[in-house]
């Protein structure tokens, strides 16, 4: 893709493109031939960065995976013996690309937490490229080059919700940055398509788009703000067949995981993405709206820290300093946001385009049922994820801000960006390693399961009874040869039973374990069984409690004593 102008050129008064690139022109100078390999150097070395701050947040938490992960883990030793899924075990959404990437790695490194978070190293490649390739058509190479910075050394709540492998919502965030992409070279010249090619534009959006439907629900918000953009830019395009028909055909090729499965399944993935028969509590906007200010969006920026409090006057700096940039390309962009009360793009930048998908991604959280849910469960992070998304547009906005300040006052601009980054960087200081990696539903999940399995084995125990969270771990961390299963979220809470067959290998084993996620060393089971007269092993593990009854007990029996907690 052609680097588009500059964005922020200070001689660029009415906020319209220059024409395009001279294919004439000689052979650039060997000047910037050194330039181009330099940033090559710089992006290289921010990669590897990148790959290093993963690598040592994961290895200070035992490269911990949760209950989501495991299963995405299992379903990927699934697919090594002949499984193919579509989805996420027991639902109609949320794409299994991440399983078929775990394959791969388990078939070339075996099946281990390391080779299977390798995979978000993977991810995390494929998404700084696609935002460095949007920065570049936005503001150019160096803007591109800094937006890439912030991409690899993210606040910590950011690399903790995109570095994981709970379905693949980064993976559609990068699809999502590609029709950005071509949206932004459709409404904004120059373009690398001649008009009569405009087609193939448009065909590559809908495969975007239809890929990404089938991986997560989030790229509609990358599809909306592309749509308005296409829009304001041809208010005809609605009634252009041709490319309409071109973007269906990419959907329909895109999706076709998605279409197979739905007309094999009576359809239930559009039920479920449609809500239909799904009951809707209509929250409080405002206070939604309040919550998204105060809880996620300084999370996401990296002001504020989900497991540990930052000192007030190291927020107050990071906040005063993305505030500055921000307001330094608001204030040069007016012209163009003005247009937008005329539906119009005829001053506009494609900078602009980034500050409407933000406003996208801010409004579906507000007035879609992820607000609902982040004001009825506030005692844990239900939703802060789908805020996730704008980190595919602040860095690059950052990225232009920092440059335009730069303009203003010299050395400020870098000034305000490394404070940025300082603030985002002391996260990881703060937050303790193994909270960082916890599942955001269930944070009780012992870094390790080594000395549990060691204590199982010993008793020669290969089925359990445990909390799912846990218990998932345990099975992918033995390869499935102890089953595990939670007879009080399947009974009780009617949870999804991702795994029948492990469960039912627990319903038939002739005597199961209880293994319960605490510290706790008396537990109200065993008074249970001592006054029914069953004799039981124990074992206590650092983070677990193994009760092991010499004879089989119905877990029915006993679930008072099972739980939520552990």
């Known amino acids: 893709m052609r680097e588009g102008p500059h964005a922020l050129n200070p001689r660029d008064t009415t906020g319209t493109a220059g024409p395009p690139a001279d294919v004439t022109a000689p052979s650039p100078p060997a000047g910037r031939i050194s330039r181009v ?15 290093a701050l993963r690598v040592w947040s994961m290895a200070r938490a035992n490269w ?26 027991g639902q109609p ?34 998404f700084a490229a696609s935002v460095y390739l949007l920065a570049r058509r936005v503001a150019g190479s160096r803007a591109a080059v800094i937006a890439t910075a912030f991409v690899a050394l993210p606040p910590v709540y950011v690399l903790s919700a995109t570095a994981r492998l709970w379905g693949p919502l980064l993976d559609a965030m990068t699809l999502g940055n590609l029709i950005l992409l ?93 809500g239909i028969g799904a009951e809707r509590q209509h929250g409080d906007y405002v206070d939604v709206a309040k919550f998204f200010f105060r809880v996620n969006l300084p999370r996401v920026l990296g002001v504020a820290n989900a ?38 793009l005829r001053r506009g930048q494609p900078i602009d385009a980034l500050f409407l998908f933000c406003a996208v991604v801010t409004l579906s959280f507000i007035f879609s049922a ?61 937050a303790p390693p193994e909270q960082v990696w916890q599942s955001a539903y269930w944070r009780n999940l012992p870094p390790s399961s080594t000395e549990l399995v060691a204590a199982l084995d010993e008793l020669g125990v290969d089925a359990v009874w445990m909390n799912h ?16 299963a939670d007879y009080y979220d399947l009974a009780i809470g009617h949870g999804i039973d991702r795994l029948p067959a492990a469960t039912a290998r627990v319903h038939a084993s002739p005597r199961p374990a209880y293994v319960f996620t605490t510290d706790q060393t008396d537990l109200p089971i065993e008074d249970w069984l001592k006054a029914h007269g069953i004799g039981y092993d124990k074992r206590v593990v650092p983070g677990y409690v193994v009760i092991y009854p010499h004879e089989r007990v119905d877990p029915a029996e006993v679930v008072d004593f099972l739980g939520y907690d552990w």
Request: no cysteine.
């Open 182 to 274: 071509l949206a932004i070279d459709e409404a904004y010249p120059p373009s690398v398509f001649p008009p009569r090619r405009r087609w193939v534009r448009y065909l590559l959006m809908g495969v975007f788009a239809g890929f990404g439907f089938w991986l997560h629900g989030q790229i509609a918000t990358y599809v909306a703000a592309a749509a308005i953009i296409l829009v304001l830019h041809d208010k005809r395009v609605l009634i252009r067949p041709g490319l309409i028909a071109a973007a269906v055909v990419g959907f329909a090729v895109g999706a076709a995981p998605v279409l197979e499965f739905a007309r094999t399944h009576e359809y239930t993935t559009f039920h479920h993405l449609l």
């Open 307 to 344: 497991w540990a409090p930052l000192p007030y006057w190291l927020k107050l700096l990071g906040a005063v300093a993305i505030a500055a940039l921000v307001i330094a390309v608001i204030v040069q962009r007016r012209a163009g946001f003005l247009d937008w009360l005329r539906l119009s």
């Open 37 to 51: 390999s330099t940033r090559r150097v710089i992006l290289a070395g921010l990669v590897l960065a990148g790959i």
């Open 469 to 484: 969270w846990a218990g998932k771990p345990l099975m992918f961390d033995t390869e499935e040869r102890i089953a595990a």
């Open 370 to 430: 992820f607000g609902d849910l982040a004001l009825q469960f506030q005692s844990f992070d239900a939703t802060g994820r789908y805020a996730i998304p704008l980190v595919s547009a602040v860095p690059i906005i950052l990225a232009v801000g920092i440059l335009q300040v730069e303009r203003w006052v010299r050395a400020l601009g870098w000034a305000l960006g490394a404070l940025i980054l300082a603030v985002s960087l002391a996260g990881y200081v703060t």
């Open 93 to 126: 959404y949320m794409g299994s690309l991440q399983a078929y990437l775990g394959a791969v790695f388990f078939a070339i490194f075996g099946m281990s937490r390391t080779a299977f978070k390798a995979v978000t190293f993977i991810e995390f490649i494929a």
């Open 64 to 89: 911990m995976i949760d209950g989501d992960e495991a299963t995405f883990g299992l379903m990927a030793r699934h697919i090594l013996h002949g499984e193919r899924p579509v989805f996420l075990y």
